[in-house]
């Protein structure tokens, strides 16, 4: 038998005070997917994987930047890849002015720092900026590319 019950402000009340729980998981739930779609919709730079940041490399008109810091860089990095670590990036922003005309990608360890590096980024003004999604970690382990190992530093400041 079909119910006769309509429903009302009151019986939604009802039911959030019954079902608090549920009523704050959608409540947080909804938030976050909203806050998602701003961000994505703002962002002004790309992903790429490990693969296709070979293939814009191999384009010529590409640098690397790699946002960790010297000592992480000097482990092993990508070969030509310009360190500037996060943590001084926002004080030498003027310095990436001259990549203004590349391709850039910008690559960390586990890929967590690149999209705030790329934040920053391109807040300075360059517009082709692409972040390589899993960082070294992925470049190296699952992607077995090539890393080059050195004790010099090829710095950007």
Not at 34 to 43: G, R, T, V
Not at 83 to 95: E, V, W
Not at 97 to 125: F, P
Not at 126 to 133: A, E, R, S
Request: charged share 20%.
């Amino acid at each position: 038998m079909p119910s006769t019950e309509t429903f009302t402000p009151e019986r939604l009340i009802e039911f959030i005070l019954n079902h608090y729980i549920l009523a704050l998981a959608l409540v947080v739930v909804t938030y976050l997917l909203i806050q998602e779609l701003f961000d994505s919709a703002l962002k002004k730079f790309g992903f790429v994987s490990p693969l296709l940041a070979v293939t814009k490399m191999n384009d010529g008109n590409t640098v690397v930047i790699d946002v960790r810091e010297y000592d992480e860089f000097n482990k092993g990095h990508i070969e030509s890849a310009v360190n500037l670590p996060l943590s001084k990036i926002k004080d030498h922003t003027a310095s990436l002015e001259a990549y203004k005309n590349n391709q850039v990608l910008i690559i960390c360890q586990e890929g967590t720092r690149s999209s705030s590096a790329g934040k920053i980024i391109t807040k300075a003004g360059l517009k082709d900026v692409f972040v390589i999604t899993g960082g070294m970690q992925a470049w190296q382990e699952d992607y077995k590319l090539p890393i080059k190992v050195n004790q010099k530093n090829k710095a950007a400041v």
